[in-house]
């Protein structure tokens, strides 16, 4: 005798097994969908924090810091002085003052991160949308040179999910930084303290000033070059030349003979949304930042044998003097 219930059974089993196996395909979906929104606005604060960190160098060295402190004694002065404004001599004016530095620093922080957080592929694609981008709580130059970025955004899943999660799943993401220390800064033209100039700096922390000085206008991990600017791809370098290692002057020469060696064999690379073809390059310049100590009369000759290597590689040299190695 043939059993006739077999088909009948599976049907059965299909129709229970397929809609838990498709929740649990959704439910591992949205998982990875909300691992990769956490990645991306973590991803986006870290790059918004590398920017305040190369143009936080401006508020020192242009003197920003001591221009505020300086005003808001002048507050302090005329509050005092003005004897109707009882409201006023009861504020604290330098926490006015903060709060409304970080409203504004807010504000910038808030639009350079959602630039980045645009460029995320989770986020382009449409795959996930963030929204309620905010800054509150955030602080910047309070203590010094601390700046806390709290970035909060409201995530919302393109799949099918309790209407909870669809209303509101907040991410929150918070990273603590320094812009610049070593010290307060003054004025732009006043001679800066010893622990300030960049000489003291670490590697990293030297060459991210530099760039800033001197003009970069490429992302600090953009290959080979900092600037390109109508047809000139720009190598920003630094180099103390009163450093132990360079009093040999072959090692000297070596280091930016490798230097120009590299440049000349750059030929534009399609990186980080930047695109550069061999035939935008129409010239090649290397901008060797040094300070303003002497040179050796062995390294004034090394630069002369390396200018020749310029010319034979279609390379200029400039070598800018900057600050003094105390």
Partial sequence: MVRTDKKGSATVETAITLPL???????????????????????????????????????????????????LKDIVRLVDDNES????????????????????????????????????????????????????????????????LVARCVMKLPLPAPEKLIEGFEIRGKLRFRCFINGEMGSYNEAAPVEASVWSLSNFERGRIIRQVFGANLPSNYPVIAKFDNGKATMIKSLDHTAKTYQDANIFKTTIKNMVLELAQFNGRDYGGVSIKPGDIKRRELLLVMPTNELTPQQEFALMEISSYCLAKNVVLIVERYQEKK
């Avoid at 382009?124 to 010094?144: A, E, I, N, P």
């Fill in 85 to 148: 404004s009882l409201i006023l001599k009861q504020a604290d004016m330098r926490q006015l003052a903060e709060g409304a530095d970080n409203y504004l620093y807010g504000e910038i922080a808030k639009s350079i991160f959602m630039q980045y957080l645009n460029e995320e592929n989770v986020v382009k694609s449409g795959l996930v949308k963030l929204d309620k981008v905010t800054f509150s709580g955030s602080s910047f130059f309070d203590h010094g040179d601390d700046v806390i």
């Fill in 21 to 71: 196996f498709i929740s649990v395909l959704l439910l591992f979906s949205s998982f990875l969908v909300c691992i990769a929104s956490i990645n991306s606005v973590y991803s986006a604060l870290y790059k918004t924090a590398s920017f305040f960190s190369d143009y936080g160098y401006i508020y020192h060295e242009k003197g920003i810091k001591k221009v505020e402190d300086s005003l």
